[in-house]
């Protein structure tokens, strides 16, 4: 593909659209490698993932489902966790710890870039998709003691990825906002 193309076709594709089909573990850590040639000022690629799939991947939905109940009373949440986890393959923890070195706004950018490198990656396997949540109570109290996180480390979610049937196509964008000055 071109890169215009790769650019273009970039699409999220969520738990509903998950088959149930399980990525190998040396395509997850491929994705996850690219990440790390994202633009870092002075290389500090401040964040690191941690991969939960079979039995772990339960445990961290248990976690998740009882940070819900400990934080809302609403039963829609609660219902729509009760089976979300079986089409999921993976679930990747994304943590960022700034390193001081840099703006922390920095490496917030960075971070995401290096996330839009996984998506951008992940279009060489067109029996995969996924997408980054930024919900199931990231970064919550009870989440991050259950990931072990430090208290400069920061919880900024979870990339899923899933078997999926067919790629999503069809999407949508506004213009760009360009001035010429």
Do not use: C
Not at 74 to 95: N, Q, R
Not at 159 to 181: D, H, V
Request: aromatic share 12%; no cysteine.
């Amino acid at each position: 593909m071109e890169i215009n193309d790769i650019i273009i076709n970039r699409r999220s594709h969520f738990q509903k659209e998950f088959n149930g089909e399980i990525a190998p573990d040396e395509m997850i850590s491929q994705l996850l490698e690219f990440s790390q040639w994202a633009p870092s000022h002075k290389l500090t690629l401040p964040w690191h993932f941690m991969v939960y799939k079979n039995e772990s991947k339960i445990h961290l939905f248990d976690a998740i489902r009882s940070s819900i109940k400990s934080t809302s009373s609403d039963p829609i949440k609660l219902e729509k966790m009760a089976h979300f986890e079986s089409p999921i393959s993976h679930i990747i923890a994304i943590i960022l710890e700034p390193s001081l070195k840099v703006p922390e706004w920095e490496e917030i950018a960075s971070l995401g870039a290096g996330i839009q490198n996984v998506y951008l990656a992940l279009l060489q396997y067109p029996k995969f998709g996924g997408y980054w949540s930024t919900g199931l109570q990231a970064n919550s109290e009870e989440i991050r003691n259950f990931l072990g996180l430090s208290p400069t480390e920061i919880h900024y979610g979870y990339f899923i990825i899933g078997g999926i049937n067919e790629l999503r196509t069809k999407s949508q964008r506004p213009k760009a906002i360009i001035n010429w000055i």
